[in-house]
């Protein structure tokens, strides 16, 4: 054997023995070279090894980590493939009940995807909005431009050059939330009547937007781990008329699917050949398991047909409501809504996260947060296979924080709403995420509360309530 394979094997034994328990963090690439008389490259090179074989698991600056534990691996979700028919939305009603389910703290909080203050920890950034208030409280409490705070503008700006965007402070305006942002989108692209070409499934947010603007929809065939199926995209332009595209940028909402970058620059070619808009919605970008952050598709087109949107709302600070847009030629038409729908943003709020920005606690905060993330979807997954259905399929989201799962077509994930409404749980039911109302057999979990015994509890009554369902 050679060394690299000496020194995996030992890891190997340790793991197999309990003395490095799933989750353990590994000794660093220096100590292993250092405690076993290998070179640097060697220790690496057994790291790399193990995990090319899943034995271990990288995260980004914090090192090599014992992978957990295999375990029974639920099929996945089927690809959807809905018919290429526009169709107008009509969701309101049932958004607008999911959501004062999912705001009563008396449910278990499985209905709607925001993390929770406590499991994000935002006190640095707390300080800095009480420090800004407390040292310059009059000179915040003005209404500020419709761009935006200056400086956080320039931090946005900073970071999207790690992706490979250049991206300009005058471009980007910042909004209230993404939801502000995907509207003032929407509207300098489309008009009413128009259709626009969304995931399926997708974000019912999305789609209760979509339906307020008197937008119509056509829902695209989408795969549970690779995203829009972009030769069926081909087909369904040579025969219909569409506004616009308004998918997620990396990680789908419901499905934590992903579009490889080579699919994603296919799909942004096709959409050039017909000149269509493309408004992309990167909420949950930061919020990735794997070694890099995917690239959004502005990066790949340098914003030439794109319309970013994102926010701060699923990764530092959901109260604060700060998101942004960068629409490039369509800037002015931006700016124009935004004085129309809002007139401009709290200042305050702005100014706490420029400062936060500026001082670099961001990407500490975003590792601590990716990994607890992780580990809560993960012991999640576990509960759902050991107390749901054996039919279920279930989703293996790469990033974000929602479960998708998909039982058998007779089931109704509707009446299942209701009995686990009686039992004090909220869940997310499937046909909120679709145009059409299909998917009633499917349904979302959020795993954004960290994980607990009550959460745990929860997830394994929601799973016994399903199975006397199906049983029924």
């Given at each position: 054997?050679?060394?690299?394979?000496?020194?995996?094997?030992?890891?190997?034994?340790m793991i197999d023995n309990g003395a490095l328990a799933p989750g353990a963090r590994l000794p660093s690439v220096r100590t292993l070279s250092d405690q076993h008389g290998v070179?640097?490259?060697?220790?690496?090179?057994?790291?790399?090894?193990?995990e090319d074989r899943e034995v271990i698991v990288a995260r980004p600056r914090s090192g090599f980590y014992v992978a957990p534990k295999p375990r029974k691996v639920l099929a996945l979700p089927s690809a959807s493939r809905p018919r290429a028919r526009a169709s107008a939305v009509s969701i309101s009603g049932a958004v607008a009940a999911l959501l004062e389910h999912s705001s009563n703290p008396a449910f278990l909080p499985?209905?709607?995807?925001?993390?929770?203050?406590?499991?994000?920890?935002?006190?640095?950034?707390?300080?800095?909005?009480?420090?800004a208030a407390r040292q310059?409280?009059?000179?915040?409490?003005?209404?500020?431009?419709?761009?935006?705070?200056?400086?956080?503008?320039?931090?946005?700006?900073?970071?999207?050059?790690?992706?490979?965007?250049?991206?300009?402070?005058d471009e980007v305006v910042i909004t209230s939330g993404c939801t502000e942002a995907?509207?003032?989108?929407?509207?300098?692209?489309?008009?009413?009547?128009?259709?626009?070409?969304?995931?399926?499934?997708?974000?019912?947010g999305l789609l209760h937007t979509l339906e307020m603007l008197g937008l119509k929809a056509v829902e695209l065939p989408t795969d549970p781990i690779r995203g829009i199926d972009v030769a069926?995209?081909?087909?369904?332009?040579e025969t219909e008329r569409v506004a616009a595209f308004?998918?997620?940028?990396?990680?789908?909402?419901?499905?934590g699917s992903m579009m490889a970058e080579t699919d994603k620059r296919a799909l942004l070619e096709v959409l050039g050949r017909y000149a269509i808009p493309f408004i992309e919605d990167d909420v949950y970008g930061d919020l990735y398991f794997g070694r890099e952050r995917p690239k959004p598709f502005i990066a790949l087109d340098g914003g030439a047909n794109t319309i970013y949107c994102s926010s701060f709302s699923k990764s530092l600070a959901p109260g604060y409501r700060v998101g942004w847009i960068a629409a490039d030629r369509r800037t002015r038409q931006v700016i124009e809504r935004k004085l129309a729908f809002s007139l401009c943003g709290a200042v305050l709020p702005q100014v706490a996260i420029a400062e936060f920005l500026a001082r670099g606690g961001y990407d500490a905060h975003?590792?601590?947060?990716?990994?607890?993330?992780?580990?809560?979807?993960?012991?999640?997954?576990?509960?759902?296979?050991a107390s749901f259905p054996a039919e279920t399929k279930m989703s293996r989201p790469a990033g974000g924080f929602v479960l998708w799962l998909e039982l058998p077509k007779r089931f109704d994930s509707r009446a299942l709403f209701d009995k686990a409404l009686d039992q004090g749980i909220c869940f997310a039911p499937g046909d909120v995420f679709s145009a059409s109302r299909r998917f009633r057999n499917c349904l979302r979990l959020s795993a954004g509360h960290g994980w607990n015994e009550r959460i745990e509890d929860g997830v394994r009554r929601l799973g016994q309530l399903a199975v006397a369902l199906l049983a029924a």
């Open positions: 054997m050679y060394r690299y394979e000496q020194l995996a094997a030992l890891i190997i034994t070179s640097i490259s060697t220790a690496l090179q057994t790291c790399r090894m193990l499985f209905g709607c995807a925001v993390p929770d203050g406590a499991l994000l920890e935002s006190k640095r950034l707390d300080l800095s909005l009480a420090r310059h409280g009059a000179r915040y409490n003005v209404y500020g431009t419709p761009l935006g705070d200056p400086a956080l503008r320039g931090e946005i700006a900073k970071r999207a050059m790690r992706v490979g965007h250049m991206l300009s402070p995907l509207t003032l989108a929407l509207t300098s692209v489309a008009k009413p009547g128009d259709t626009i070409a969304v995931e399926s499934p997708t974000y019912m069926a995209v081909a087909r369904l332009l308004a998918i997620a940028s990396s990680f789908n909402n419901p499905l975003l590792r601590r947060v990716r990994q607890l993330l992780q580990g809560t979807l993960a012991r999640m997954a576990d509960a759902v296979e």
